[in-house]
């Protein structure tokens, strides 16, 4: 966007009138949802424009407003997709590490442990096992309900109490989302000393996919037991609740 006088000015929600900023909050809050909930790692800008169109129209009937959607609020929105993930990776960072045990030590002994973990914890998703010696509980482990705890469920005005609509039932989408989360945290680790390591869709939307079809094909193969349902409506019932109070999940 340019200013009167030529220059650039980078679009923020101060730009916008007070009913237009209160509505692009709502619709914002919406379309961060809706990205971790159906297109974590979207592959076209047109995915991106729809979500925020029906974002905005969500929005729009939630607060009983008529606003016109313009490019401008388009683009406020989808500058969100990588912003919701890198949170998402952020959260995820020590929970892991703490989770595993990874060591902060730069000792040769705790770099070898460090590289070895890293690398039995990727060796066939081993990770996303309850039991990493017996690789059994696949999909249960803690670290799966510590991210939907921690990242939308912490109290009653995070996203997943606020718009549980879009998070009952749990998606496959969001599950795949968090296993490539945590794949990126242990990637951090694989030379034995902790790196930084970018979440970005070039890297990681190969891994998530792939997540997202082993999902799938885990759901297939045991749909006569609803097993994949079942772990997720138990970590949905789990994340409704904090100490002392329960989470009333909107409609």
């Given at each position: 966007?340019?200013?009167?006088?030529?220059?650039?000015?980078r679009?923020?929600?101060?730009?916008?009138?007070?009913v237009?900023?209160d509505?692009?909050?709502?619709?914002?809050?919406?379309?961060?949802?809706?990205?971790?909930?159906?297109?974590?790692?979207?592959?076209?800008?047109?995915?991106?424009?729809?979500?925020?169109?029906?974002?905005?129209?969500?929005?729009?009937?939630?607060?009983?407003?008529?606003?016109?959607?313009?490019?401008?609020?388009?683009?406020?929105?989808?500058?969100?997709?990588?912003?919701v993930?890198?949170?998402l990776?952020?959260?995820?960072?020590a929970l892991t590490?703490?989770?595993?045990?990874?060591?902060?030590?730069?000792?040769?002994?705790?770099?070898?442990?460090?590289?070895?973990?890293?690398?039995?914890?990727?060796?066939?998703s081993?990770?996303a096992?309850k039991?990493?010696?017996?690789?059994?509980?696949?999909?249960?482990?803690?670290?799966?309900?510590?991210?939907?705890?921690?990242?939308?469920?912490?109290?009653?005005?995070?996203?997943?109490?606020?718009?549980?609509?879009?998070?009952?039932?749990?998606?496959?989408?969001?599950?795949?989302?968090?296993?490539?989360?945590?794949?990126c945290?242990?990637?951090?680790?694989l030379?034995?000393?902790?790196?930084?390591i970018?979440?970005?869709?070039a890297?990681y939307a190969?891994?998530?996919?792939?997540?997202?079809?082993?999902?799938?094909?885990?759901?297939?193969r045991?749909?006569?037991?609803?097993?994949?349902?079942?772990?997720?409506?138990?970590v949905?019932?789990?994340?409704?609740y904090?100490?002392?109070h329960?989470?009333?999940?909107?409609?």
């Open positions: 966007m340019k200013t009167s006088n030529g220059s650039c000015h679009l923020k929600a101060s730009d916008f009138d007070e237009t900023k509505l692009l909050a709502i619709a914002t809050s919406i379309y961060r949802c809706l990205i971790v909930t159906r297109e974590p790692f979207p592959l076209t800008l047109v995915i991106e424009m729809k979500l925020a169109r029906e974002a905005w129209h969500e929005a729009s009937n939630l607060a009983h407003l008529a606003v016109r959607l313009t490019p401008s609020l388009v683009k406020m929105m989808t500058r969100r997709t990588s912003h993930r890198g949170e990776k952020t959260k995820m960072r590490a703490s989770f595993f045990g990874f060591r902060t030590s730069r000792s040769t002994v705790a770099i070898k442990q460090n590289r070895d973990l890293a690398e039995s914890l990727k060796d066939g081993c990770f096992f039991d990493l010696e017996t690789k059994r509980g696949i999909y249960k482990t803690e670290l799966i309900q510590s991210a939907i705890n921690n990242m939308w469920f912490a109290n009653h005005s995070d996203e997943g109490v606020i718009h549980g609509r879009y998070f009952n039932p749990l998606p496959v989408e969001l599950l795949a989302l968090i296993l490539t989360a945590i794949e945290c242990i990637d951090e680790w030379t034995g000393v902790k790196e930084d970018k979440f970005s869709s890297a190969p891994v998530y996919q792939v997540h997202l079809t082993s999902l799938r094909c885990f759901d297939e045991t749909s006569a037991y609803k097993l994949l349902e079942k772990i997720c409506d138990n949905l019932d789990v994340a409704r904090v100490p002392g329960l989470h009333q999940l909107s409609d």
